[in-house]
């Protein structure tokens, strides 16, 4: 949490930073403010560590936090980009969007704070070694230690062990990253440049949370050290595995939702580094005010606050809260220049004082927000908002000022002040209006670790991060460099789960005659019909956003496709023209077109013609640029909306991959049944195949008849619960001659035990190394020859994987028709399995092709046109 400090008619005044972005205002009962009360007196604080979003002990997390009371926290190395989404199409960057709000859900609810290191995750990996080779080993220790430094956990707990068992690199590589950044953040020699905005920290111990899924079958764990988590917490009305379950079903783009459970839960830790501990994780450590200098003063306050805490009345204690307050504030702001005061000493000061503010506005009642009434705003743009401010308690309460002020800068810098002088009457709300112009600081909302381009293993958060250099208009960014401001160093923002909201209305109170300030994020609201009042971050987005229509272009011919473009305006009048380059081999036209969008938010779309300028094979990138008072623009604009997380807004670069293909088909209509999102159809479409998205009630033999070949699309047998009543009709169609191609399905939690005509049994196993020598293993069979010669450079360029989920067993009426493996390992045969069944074929493959047409690998594109021709059904 972040603290600052300013004066104002001699007074002190703690801000207390905004929370979450674009949640609903959070209320708290008096159960959840006396467990708030009881937390301030606990000083102790733990870092889980592990590798992805879900792979955290989410029971853990709730015991430690609510139970224990203790500050924690967990460290994904990852924000899980190079998973599968069962919820949507996004993949890769999007993804990580996704998972990362999922995991800030799941800490709203199991109390837990959210930290994240520069580790891309790009898919699986089967060692630690092969991880490092992708990872910067010593970036993401940077990053971890950081995150240790600035929360200053007493104990270390990794998931995995650091070996084999883990069962993934990333989760081995999480460890034993855990193992050296527990010796290198008390180390002052270890990234010393850190040095400057936090101090050394050495924790007590690391521990391994181990299980029964690590140890042997009839291991001996009585020798572990053990907790039970699986309590009752009677303020907040839940088991930790109640909460547990709420916060690991927030994981919905992995399908991880959860049962609660009840009752003794056992969890086992196993010592890796520093002081062992006989009986408890915290053994050693002292937890009580006694650890800071001076604590002992706010020890009694608060004892006296608990005592006398009334939960049908909780504004009766914010005066005795207010005198913590001010005693937490002493030792916070000068402690450090006292005679043995320490910057751990400080550390506990500015948290617990943080908590105390957000305690005195629980139990006040207050409400305060700055709303606007559009989602996006502009650099150089005026937003009118509306401010709230009541107090629902019997306390004087004045609201001197609201100060508007962009996120970032210091003190009242790019803000504006509200003058209010209004006294907060019981109950009585105060509304106020108010016309916020920030013509200089805006920069577009990409999420900072995507702002620049980094590698496949790492995201990149350049040491200068320059305010002019993305998302500013030239004038702007001339004006924000006169200021001093156009720079900020970066280090601050390592860890963090998201970006700052792009402005604050700072509310300047006071209570009971002390003054007190909240930053409350500016943020968009508004009600809808079904739902309710729904609320959103404000987006800064350009003032023009260049959207390509469709994935990848892919010509099978040389005859001219349409490519459109979708101009949306970020403000008013936005006139300029929108081009597209395209490399040496291919033309576009026309050279350009005008648009003139009068209104914010309106589109307009426009037609261009591509076409390949030769019949060679070959690949390429389009890219759309619009031109606006001689600046460019080459974003897009992407709005990511689910009603479990906050609506996210991306600007991905506008570009689509480019291929000219050698390919022939014969067939023409296709049916697809989509299962857990992907955009294979679009695909199919761009090599001239009529597809028909189908449901599970158009799975019946009349209707399947029409097609020439079906396509199950990934993880269909995961999702589409009606598939364990249709299937007979999808093996009837291909019995009658059909064609029916079956992307991976995952191995657990299929909605039938068999997906094939012929047994055969799904595993995890899978190809990682994208472009892995690949074995033919049926050279003369139709499907490597025809209507397409398949040869080895189909396989190459491929993203991420070659494939994934491959079965392990199959019965010997499946063909196998490809052999690959990664490094060291044995061959894997399954990636095509084809069978004969009466007059039709049917085929699984775990081929990554929901990554690769989208991605515009030519070979894919070739090899799944063969398994869709497989056949004679014309």
Avoid at 201 to 221: C, H, I, Y
């Amino acid at each position: 949490m972040r603290l600052s400090f300013w004066w104002k008619t001699a007074v002190l005044v703690l801000l207390l930073p905004f929370t979450t972005l674009a949640q609903a205002p959070k209320t708290y009962s008096s159960s959840d403010i006396l467990l708030g009360l009881k937390k301030l007196n606990v000083l102790g604080s733990v870092l889980y560590i592990a590798a992805h979003p879900d792979d955290e002990n989410t029971r853990l997390i709730a015991y430690l936090a609510n139970g224990r009371l203790l500050e924690t926290g967990y460290f994904s190395c990852t924000r899980g980009d190079g998973g599968q989404n069962l919820i949507g199409p996004e993949l890769r960057e999007q993804l990580g969007v996704i998972r990362t709000q999922e995991l800030l859900a799941a800490r709203r609810i199991d109390g837990g704070q959210q930290f994240f290191s520069r580790a891309n995750d790009f898919g699986f990996s089967k060692t630690a070694e092969e991880t490092f080779t992708i990872w910067d080993r010593e970036q993401v220790l940077s990053d971890m230690v950081w995150v240790i430094r600035q929360r200053r956990p007493d104990v270390l707990i990794t998931r995995f062990p650091p070996d084999a068992r883990a069962g993934h690199g990333h989760h081995t590589a999480s460890a034993m990253l855990a193992i050296d950044a527990f010796d290198a953040a008390g180390d002052p020699n270890r990234f010393p440049e850190q040095l400057k905005y936090v101090k050394a920290w050495q924790p007590k111990r690391l521990l391994w949370n181990t299980g029964s899924f690590f140890v042997k079958a009839g291991e001996d764990m009585s020798s572990y050290l053990k907790l039970d988590a699986g309590g009752y917490n009677p303020l907040l009305g839940q088991s930790y595995g109640e909460i547990a379950a709420r916060s690991r079903s927030q994981h919905r783009s992995q399908g991880f939702g959860s049962a609660a459970t009840r009752g003794e839960a056992l969890e086992y830790f196993q010592p890796l580094k520093g002081e062992k501990a006989g009986n408890d994780l915290f053994e050693g450590v002292d937890m009580s005010w006694n650890r800071v200098k001076g604590g002992a003063a706010v020890a009694k306050l608060l004892e006296e606050v608990i005592q006398k805490y009334d939960p049908s009345k909780p504004e009766a204690s914010v005066v005795g809260l207010l005198k913590v307050r001010n005693q937490l504030m002493v030792l916070a702001y000068s402690g450090a220049n006292q005679k043995g005061q320490t910057s751990n000493d400080v550390f506990w000061a500015e948290e617990k004082a943080a908590a105390v503010n957000q305690l005195i506005y629980d139990a006040l009642g207050l409400h305060l927000e700055a709303t606007v009434q559009q989602a996006t705003t502009a650099s150089s743009d005026s937003v009118r908002l509306n401010t709230m401010a009541i107090n629902r308690s019997s306390i004087p309460v004045q609201l001197e000022s609201i100060v508007y002020k962009i996120s970032g800068f210091r003190d009242n810098v790019a803000g504006i002040e509200e003058t209010a002088n209004t006294v907060l009457k019981n109950d009585i709300v105060r509304n106020g209006t108010y016309r916020f112009k920030a013509p200089i600081t805006l920069a577009v909302s990409q999420p900072y670790w995507l702002r620049e381009q980094g590698t496949i293993g790492m995201y990149k958060i350049p040491d200068v991060i320059d305010r002019r250099d993305w998302g500013l208009e030239v004038a702007a960014a001339k004006a924000l460099s006169a200021t001093g401001l156009d720079v900020i160093h970066s280090q601050e923002v390592v860890g963090e789960p998201e970006n700052e909201p792009v402005a604050i209305a700072s509310f300047h109170l006071k209570v009971n005659g002390e003054g007190i300030g909240y930053d409350m994020p500016i943020q968009y609201k508004r009600v809808d019909p079904a739902l309710g009042e729904l609320y959103r971050p404000l987006a800064v987005v350009p003032p023009v956003a260049v959207n390509i229509v469709g994935h990848a272009y892919v010509f099978a011919e040389n005859k001219p496709k349409t490519v459109l473009v979708t101009l949306k305006a970020g403000r008013s009048n936005a006139k300029g023209t929108v081009a597209l380059q395209v490399p040496t081999g291919w033309k576009a036209e026309p050279t350009s077109i005008p648009f003139d969008i009068k209104n914010k938010d309106e589109e307009r779309t426009v037609e261009f013609w591509v076409q390949p300028t030769s019949s060679q094979q070959s690949t390429g990138q389009l890219r759309a640029v619009a031109t606006m008072d001689g600046q460019a623009y080459s974003r897009g604009i992407q709005v990511i909306n689910y009603s479990h997380i906050p609506t996210q807004t991306l600007f991905p670069e506008a570009v689509a991959p480019l291929v000219k293909l050698d390919l022939k088909r014969r067939k023409q209509d296709i049916g697809y049944l989509m299962g857990a999102g992907d955009d294979v159809p679009d695909a199919l479409r761009q090599i001239g195949y009529n597809v028909t998205l189908l449901k599970p009630e158009d799975l019946t033999a009349e209707r399947l008849r029409r097609y020439q070949a079906v396509v199950v699309g990934i993880r269909a047998y995961n999702t589409l619960d009606r598939l364990k009543y249709q299937q007979p009709a999808l093996l009837q169609y291909v019995e009658n001659g059909g064609n029916l191609v079956v992307q991976y399905t995952v191995s657990r939690g299929t909605v039938l035990p068999e997906i094939g005509p012929y047994p055969m049994k799904l595993s995890s196993d899978r190809v990682t190394v994208e472009n892995a020598p690949v074995t033919f293993l049926k050279p003369q069979h139709a499907l490597l020859n025809t209507p397409n010669k398949i040869t080895s450079k189909d396989f190459e360029g491929w993203q991420q994987e070659q494939g994934l989920y491959y079965p392990s067993q199959w019965d010997t009426k499946y063909q196998t028709i490809i052999s690959s493996h990664d490094p060291g390992e044995p061959a894997k045969e399954s990636a095509i399995l084809v069978a004969d069944y009466g007059k039709g074929h049917y085929i699984y493959t775990g081929l990554s092709f929901f990554r690769e047409l989208p991605a515009g690998v030519p070979g894919a594109y070739r090899l799944l046109t063969n398994m869709i021709e497989l056949g004679d059904k014309k």
